[in-house]
Antibody, heavy 122, light 110 residues
Framework: EVLLVESGGGLVQPGGSLRLSCAASGFTFDDYAMHWVRQAPGKGLEWVSTVTWNSINIGYADSVRGRFTISRDNAKNSLYLQMNSLRAEDTAFYYC???????????????WGRGTTVTVSS | QSVLTQPPSASGTPGQRVTISCSGSSSNIGSNTVSWYQQLPGTAPKLLLYSNNERPSGVPDRFSGSKSGTSASLAISGLQSEDEANYYCATWDDSLNGVVFGGGTKLTVL
């Protein structure tokens, strides 16, 4: 079974940091680009960041660029999101997601984790 | 607002055919394939269609997709009450070097 399991969410004060992790299983992790997507309460889906299979190509949404860092460890089948200088507007449910195609990211996601909640509040 | 434009809401009666549009630009839909997702309340999104009109295994053939130029659409035929959900389109954007989503369409089955 293909699985993505996120962890590391929680309550943090504005300006604080969190590191999200995503453990992947059931597929060849290093064949695929991986994404972080978030969803604020009652809002739509928002792309956060993408990393290619070999970590050569990385992209960030303007809203998080310079504050968040995506990384992956193919040996550990894991994806990470280091979130610094957190703001109230970063409060959301964060999903780890697998690109549907082998190779360059396509924007299509066929596997989603169950998500982890990040709440930024004093 | 979202890079891809979807109508905020759509509705239909059981058995009807409903379409949801998704409008973008040359750097996203015009250059890349489109995927569609269904999200039920309190759950993670589920992939409905990828590569414009391909269905993953397990998705009924009532769901179909198309793309023309910088626009795409999702069609649901034989509407069922269980289809009531939020639907999102998405694609890669070459200018932004990232995934872009539509704002979502809430489908109501009357």
């Amino acid at each position: 079974e293909v699985l993505l399991v996120e962890s590391g969410g929680g309550l943090v004060q504005p300006g604080g940091s969190l590191r999200l992790s995503c453990a992947a299983s059931g597929f060849t992790f290093d064949d695929y680009a991986m994404h972080w997507v978030r969803q604020a309460p009652g809002k739509g889906l928002e792309w956060v960041s993408t990393v290619t299979w070999n970590s050569i190509n990385i992209g960030y949404a303007d809203s998080v660029r310079g504050r968040f860092t995506i990384s992956r460890d193919n040996a550990k089948n894991s994806l990470y999101l280091q979130m610094n200088s957190l703001r109230a507007e970063d409060t959301a449910f964060y999903y780890c997601a697998k690109d549907i195609l082998v190779g360059p990211p396509s924007g299509g996601v066929d596997v989603w984790g169950r998500g982890t909640t990040v709440t930024v509040s004093s | 607002q979202s890079v891809l434009t979807q109508p905020p809401s759509a509705s239909g009666t059981p058995g009807q055919r409903v379409t949801i549009s998704c409008s973008g630009s040359s750097s996203n839909i015009g250059s890349n394939t489109v995927s569609w997702y269904q999200q039920l309340p309190g759950t993670a999104p589920k992939l409905l269609l990828y590569s414009n009109n391909e269905r993953p295994s397990g998705v009924p053939d009532r769901f179909s997709g198309s793309k023309s130029g910088t626009s795409a659409s999702l069609a649901i035929s034989g509407l069922q009450s269980e289809d009531e959900a939020n639907y999102y389109c998405a694609t890669w954007d070459d200018s932004l070097n990232g995934v872009v989503f539509g704002g979502g369409t809430k489908l109501t089955v009357l």
